[in-house]
């Protein structure tokens, strides 16, 4: 089996190295052709348009900006566009509607659709410790949970197309939520004249702290 990778940003880069590490073949793309040199030298394939991707690859894996960037990249709204006996999993973060319309249009051109996106940043790709959730039926997840196994150590099956885009969502918007409500407990302290250190160590002891408070205190202060 050969994986392509459409999308080698801050978070496909890793990924694609956590396939290469597993001498799993892959073949690689990305817009910013230049982002693709580190991984030609680790042995990806690297490519310069999708086509070649699609052509090759038996498995698509997604990790582009957005809805409309994926549709730009598979050339969705080409007649000429097919994928007959390919699997498509996106891994970015998009909306459940978006991701469903994707399912729909990549059915009808004769392929096969999943969602997987993740939760966690760069270290964790690195390390192959995404939380991966997927968006799928039972019998697709069986089928490439070996293969997502390799970004996160226990993909999860959320439910049908659109249901992991939901929790990814979610989960973002508490991230979104939190952070805000941190720095404004720090700004509000730091008026006061209050030692953060002394507010941190209440604060790691009671119910309300969040992991992310301490990962992000630093950048924050």
Not at 54 to 73: G, K
Request: net charge neutral; proline share 4%; aromatic share 4%.
């Amino acid at each position: 089996m050969k994986v392509g990778i459409l999308g080698t940003g801050l978070m496909g880069t890793p990924m694609v190295e956590r396939l290469l590490n597993q001498k799993i073949p892959v073949i690689a793309y990305n817009r910013t052709l230049e982002k693709l040199a580190p991984l030609q030298q680790l042995g990806a394939k690297t490519v310069s348009s999708p086509e070649q991707v699609i052509q090759e690859a038996d498995c698509l894996i997604l990790m582009l900006t957005n809805a409309a960037a994926i549709q730009e990249v598979l050339g969705l709204n080409s007649e000429q566009s097919n994928f007959n006996n390919r699997t498509i999993i996106q891994m970015g973060t998009i909306a459940p509607s978006e991701s469903k319309q994707l399912r729909d249009k990549i059915v009808a051109k004769g392929g096969e659709y999943l969602e997987a996106p993740v939760l966690g940043s760069i270290p964790e790709a690195k390390k192959g410790t995404l939380l991966v959730m997927v968006g799928a039926t039972e019998k697709q997840f069986h089928q490439w949970s070996n293969l997502l196994a390799n970004f996160g150590q226990e993909p999860m099956l959320i439910g049908e197309v659109g249901t992991a885009a939901a929790l990814k969502l979610a989960l973002n918007q508490l991230i979104a939520s939190l952070t805000s409500a941190f720095g404004l407990s720090l700004a509000f302290l730091s008026q006061q004249g209050v030692d953060l250190e002394k507010f941190m160590t209440i604060l790691r002891q009671s119910a309300l702290y969040a992991p992310t408070f301490d990962k992000k205190l630093t950048r924050m202060l």
